[in-house]
């Protein structure tokens, strides 16, 4: 999963006039002048009420008129604060302790897990979480409207006033202030969704069918609809771990939060005529992935009525500097809870520091008119392969204003009106043209893009400086059809490359693809052990230009195809290809030679190969977007099954060798909960027939300074040549799991990773009989393996990695350790 949110905002705060009632804001101490943690802070006689933060501070509003605010904490006297003011902000105070509740006083600290009453109601809270709600049927359904708005924060005079804004003044019409930060805010943006929902718990099948989506300015740009999607993907408060932006967050209610949480039974009270207990939970230790917050809890069933989570300050997250949680649940009877309402919302910025300026990124779901135990057929919960209906994106304002669920306000009505008029902005056009750039690589011109603009300029040994220019037809995000192409001129070689392809999209609803394509130009071959039919694609490891030692085992290849994929289930892929390609070597250093009698007297120096191969390509839970003959992925945390069979043809088109060859590939991300990421991946692959140099399996070895996924980073190029392997990559990533344990790194967010890399393979002796090329035919037999530790997260975006050779570490020019580093953009 690959995002990244660019913050716009700089400066402050300004007075407005607000809609709020009654608001409060301060910091609460002890008589020592030591801030008091995560003390209940309410209105009197409500439920309005926040959790303060580590440091002692809140902030709370309502839309109600409130004379007294009540601080209370076990192990100190409960204080009550007369409001003079609808507005009454910083306030100090001031908690004394209670004597007379010094023998619980545990509880101020880590509380303990014996002889804890609100333990003891959390204990029972499991026991019933699979008798609650919707797990009480075997079937469900109902209504579901969603918005999500961002907005920029903290916003000033100074701020309104940058030339970046000049002609858009007019959209700081619409600042607002939040309810829960207190902060001033722009609404930038809206989308709204409404969908119907579908259960089947027997089964374990769920599917979501979207009804109407709108939002301002964009509405049929599937890229910002997916995005907005999957920032906020659906969660359960039930389960042990709660997903938000690709990490998982221990959940108040886990099994495991005794571990990680402080519990303590601060209230008892009826709610819509239900005897409730209010908790407060607070995390035992800084950087970990959890909240602070409370929850109320009926006394008979022990569902949820009400809960709130606030994200720890120091949670190993980047660019998310608050997220906040609200849901509320009605009783349909006497026994079942139902969620009816879910607000999340959190603040992106570049810095954690509480004067950070930022963006909100708001969503309000509400679930209504709920019905059970009405089974569906089978084919009801299969997902259409290629599912895109216009319609959706286009409803009338009229049908938004029936359909609803609940009325927009006057500023988010704004936020539609604002939009439209921006897009009529020459300043905001070009800023958007900025950003579609750095986002896709590709300078749109007309009809055609231009780009991949990152890839104009490469080195290495053969070709020298080599520079690029290419481009694709493009229409918009759903074109049928797609051409693309490129030219690149070498300095040193004096050679001019190039490469065509062309795709076009025969049957939507099966995604039948005829595709072709030719290609010439000087490769790295062997830098992946399973092949694939990427026409165009150019390998990193084709670049000396952030590498170290020899690069000029390049490969002139000409590589023509043409082939048909099918999609008949959606994420299962079948593809059909025809290819017929030359290799020859591209340098005098490096020979890809053979023999072609058995007396090993005649040599050739190139290949002429066709081949016909099938491959199986399977993705469950892939999430792509658009529709057309291109689609993009949403994120990279699915199985990846692939499996290929490929059968050389002698003679067709002077093909040199007969040959068969299987391949599987399995890759497998594993999110385990509090305690990171594990990514397997294991390849395997064998060819039947003899063959030379150039159509045997080069193990991947990765001579750049930087991280190549799959290849091995202390194995040079053309080290281990197999006609048969095995291969297994483990890597996990701890999240800052441990760091987090160690005071003085604890404050760094680093994250850690260990991994280890292993390959078995074989070469025959025919094969090996073949080679007339200057290179050694080494096969891993003994196993080469390596393993590495590395630490993630420095400045928010690079990664240093320590690797060390387990072994073959006799072998000449063996390296035994290496330090390879990676850029990336992470939450």
């Not at 005079?157 to 939040?178: L, P, Q, W």
């Not at 389960?239 to 601060?266: C, E, H, M, Q």
């Not at 390596?786 to 570490?809: C, M, P, Q, T």
Request: charged content about 25%; some cysteine.
């Amino acid at each position: 999963m690959k995002k990244v949110i660019i913050v716009l905002i700089i400066a402050f705060c300004c007075p407005l006039f607000l809609q709020a009632q009654t608001k409060a804001s301060g910091q609460i101490k002890d008589k020592n002048n030591e801030a008091v943690p995560y003390s209940s802070v309410y209105f009197k006689n409500s439920t309005q009420g926040v959790i303060a933060n580590e440091s002692g501070k809140f902030y709370l509003e309502s839309q109600k008129d409130y004379d007294t605010l009540v601080v209370s904490f076990i192990g100190y006297k409960t204080k009550e604060i007369l409001l003079p003011k609808n507005t009454n902000l910083d306030l100090k105070v001031t908690l004394e302790e209670d004597n007379m509740l010094s023998e619980v006083k545990i509880y101020t600290g880590k509380t303990s897990k014996k002889d804890n009453p609100a333990l003891d109601i959390l204990r029972k809270i499991w026991a019933r979480k699979k008798q609650n709600g919707l797990h009480m049927f075997k079937q469900y359904e109902y209504d579901k409207y969603e918005k999500v708005e961002f907005d920029m924060n903290s916003i000033d005079s100074a701020f309104t006033k940058k030339r970046i804004f000049k002609g858009m003044e007019f959209i700081f019409d619409h600042i607002d202030t939040s309810s829960i930060t207190g902060k001033t805010y722009l609404p930038i943006f809206i989308n709204e969704r409404i969908s119907k929902v579908y259960g089947d718990n027997v089964r374990s099948k769920n599917i979501e069918k979207t009804t109407a989506n709108k939002n301002s300015g964009f509405n049929t740009n599937q890229h910002i609809i997916a995005f907005i999607k999957d920032l906020y993907a659906d969660y359960d408060i039930y389960n042990n771990y709660l997903k938000f932006f690709d990490k998982d967050f221990v959940s108040p209610l886990s099994r495991t939060g005794i571990n990680v949480y402080n519990y303590i039974l601060a209230d008892s009270a009826y709610i819509d005529n239900k005897w409730c207990y209010n908790i407060v939970y607070y995390p035992r230790r800084k950087n970990e992935l959890t909240f602070k917050g409370d929850f109320w809890v009926n006394d008979s069933t022990f569902a949820i009525k009400k809960i709130n989570l606030e994200a720890s300050k120091g949670a190993n997250i980047n660019w998310v500097k608050d997220i906040y949680i609200e849901q509320e649940f009605d009783v349909l009877n006497d026994s079942v809870f139902l969620l009816t309402k879910d607000y999340m919302m959190s603040d992106f910025s570049l810095s954690k520091k509480e004067k950070s300026k930022g963006v909100y990124g708001k969503r309000t779901t509400i679930y209504r008119d709920h019905v059970f135990d009405q089974p569906k057929e089978e084919k009801f919960y299969k997902e259409e392969v290629n599912d895109y209906n216009e319609s959706i994106y286009t409803k009338s304002d009229e049908f938004w204003q029936e359909y609803r669920f609940e009325p927009l306000s006057k500023d988010e009505l704004g936020i539609y009106k604002m939009l439209d008029t921006l897009q009529t902005v020459k300043r905001f056009k070009q800023l958007f043209s900025i950003g579609t750039v750095l986002a896709s690589e590709y300078i749109q011109i007309g009809k055609f893009d231009y780009g991949p603009i990152f890839s104009s300029f490469g080195y290495n040994d053969v070709e020298g400086i080599r520079l690029r220019t290419g481009g694709r037809t493009y229409f918009g995000p759903n074109d049928k059809w797609r051409l693309e192409g490129y030219t690149a001129y070498g300095f040193k070689d004096g050679q001019i490359k190039y490469g065509i392809s062309g795709k076009i999209l025969l049957d939507t609803p099966n995604r039948l693809i005829l595709f072709a394509g030719n290609r010439r130009d000087i490769e790295q071959i062997g830098v992946s052990l399973t092949e694939t039919n990427d026409i165009l694609g150019r390998s990193f490891a084709s670049s000396s230009l952030f590498a170290s030692g020899d690069n000029s085992k390049l490969t002139s290849i000409n590589l023509s195809s043409i082939g048909l994929e099918i999609e008949p289930v959606k994420n299962l892929k079948f593809t059909s290809t025809f290819t017929y390609r030359t290799l020859k070597s591209a340098s005098e250093t490096f020979s890809l030679d053979y023999y072609t009698d058995k007396e090993n007297d005649i040599t050739k120096s190139d290949v002429t190969q066709s081949e016909v191969s099938m491959a199986i390509d399977y993705t469950p839970n892939k999430r792509t977007i658009g529709v057309g003959v291109d689609r993009t992925d949403v994120d990279q945390n699915y199985a990846h099954v692939f499996l290929k069979y490929s059968q050389g043809l002698q003679g067709v088109f002077d093909s040199d060798f007969d040959y068969q060859r299987l391949q599987l590939y399995y890759r497998q991300p594993l999110l385990l909960g509090g305690f990171g990421r594990l990514t397997s991946t294991f390849e395997a692959g064998k060819t039947f027939g003899e063959v030379p140099l150039g159509l045997l399996n080069v193990i991947p070895g990765n001579q750049s300074y930087f991280l190549i996924e799959n290849a091995y980073s202390l194995m040079s190029y053309y080290e281990f040549v197999t006609d048969e392997y095995l291969s297994l990559h483990f890597e996990h990533n701890f999240n800052g799991r441990l760091f987090s344990r160690i005071p003085l790194l604890r404050d760094l967010n680093l994250r850690e990773i260990i991994g280890i890399r292993g390959v078995y393979g074989r070469i025959s002796d025919e094969n090996k009989a073949l080679n007339a090329s200057n290179i050694t035919y080494r096969a891993p037999e003994d196993v080469y393996w390596e393993y590495h530790a590395g630490v993630g997260n420095i400045f928010k975006f690079f990664r240093i990695d320590f690797s060390w050779r387990g072994s073959y570490l006799d072998l000449p020019d063996a390296k035994r350790f290496g330090i390879k580093g990676s850029f990336g953009f992470y939450f």
